[in-house]
């Protein structure tokens, strides 16, 4: 057993040692340690102004490298989309400068954006599925090509949007079918709308961008399970896919690669033998290399740009054909076709 003098001894010890720790601390070992000390904070300042004179010498080469790519964007984009028609398509909420900055983009490649789409909360929240399971039968006789019957009520509402957004009218390729302003009625109706549409849509689409979210926002319909995270997964991925198969092209605009929907796309051989993808397309680079991908994308070429492992650095030039919106009654085969 321990006993009183134990301690005592152990405190006598205690004070001991820091006696004799401030008297060589302000004797002989002052002047030692107050020098080592002086000369580690000066190293220390020395790295920290050195570290930040490298700072500022990257964010300057930086901005005078995304100076270029923005500068240079008018005469990279002149012509890759000449009178193409263009849908955007957002996942979900997305920055109004990214946005736009997209346009901007797409304008400069003679294209035109013919609508701005945003997925709501009520696309994949679980709660109201028996209500898009409604809206399903108030557009099965609308759709035309019709998903395989097997493929649920999920792709019937993505066909319904890609076809509401491009569905012209062959007599009169400008304006939209009745059928496909209907589609887009009943999508973005109601009292839980799947989809926002900034502007009313009066003219059909030739493509599609689709925006990812930069990043994803906690929200009462955020996924709280691994199998709510792969249906939201899944159903991104269904909007793109159907955009793709149901238009003349499509691309991805995403963020950043680590943990994004591209890096899903590229972890599967069949998604990105098919499906093009644009990383960190809230920066210059990205933005331009948007026009130069769906082009690209609409004349066969699929690929994945951006920087980083997998990606290539921008789009290879195309040369699309003339846009040919010649107005065909009825009774006219397909220009191009044959009657059958």
Do not use: C
């Not at 699929?302 to 699309?320: A, K, Q, R, S």
């Amino acid at each position: 057993m321990i006993d009183f003098r134990y301690h005592i001894v152990s405190l006598i010890s205690v004070f001991l040692a820091l006696a004799v720790g401030i008297a060589l601390g302000a004797g002989p070992l002052k002047e030692t340690i107050g020098d080592t000390l002086t000369g580690q904070v000066e190293q220390l300042r020395a790295e920290k102004d050195s570290l930040r004179t490298q700072l500022d010498q990257s964010s300057g080469d930086l901005a005078d490298t995304t100076a270029y790519v923005d500068a240079a964007a008018p005469q990279l984009l002149a012509g890759a989309l000449t009178n193409r028609r263009v849908a955007v398509v957002a996942l979900g909420p997305v920055e109004d400068d990214r946005r736009k900055a997209i346009d901007d983009r797409l304008a400069q490649a003679g294209a035109s954006v013919t609508a701005h789409v945003t997925l709501t909360e009520s696309w994949t929240d679980p709660d109201v599925a028996s209500y898009r399971q409604a809206l399903v039968g108030n557009i099965l006789t609308l759709l035309d090509p019709v998903p395989g019957e097997d493929e649920g009520a999920q792709t019937d509402l993505t066909y319904a949007l890609i076809e509401g957004l491009t569905g012209a009218d062959p007599a009169a390729p400008d304006t939209l079918t009745l059928d496909s302003a209907s589609m887009l009625e009943v999508l973005s109706g109601g009292d839980s709308p799947l989809v926002t549409l900034q502007d009313p849509v009066e003219v059909p689409a030739d493509a599609i961008v689709v925006v990812a979210p930069a990043e994803q926002k906690e929200s009462d319909a955020s996924p709280t399970t691994a199998a709510d995270h792969q249906e939201l997964v899944d159903a991104q991925l269904g909007v793109l896919a159907a955009a793709q198969k149901l238009t003349e092209g499509a691309v991805l605009a995403d963020g950043a690669l680590g943990g994004s929907l591209t890096s899903t796309i590229l972890d599967d051989d069949d998604l990105a033998s098919t499906l093009t993808t644009v990383s960190e397309s809230e920066q210059v680079p990205g933005q331009v290399s948007v026009p130069l991908a769906l082009a690209a994308r609409i004349g066969g070429v699929n690929g994945h740009y951006g920087f980083g492992d997998g990606l290539t650095v921008i789009p290879e030039p195309v040369t699309l054909p003339p846009v040919d919106r010649t107005p065909q009654s009825a009774l006219e085969p397909p220009v191009g076709g044959t009657q059958g």
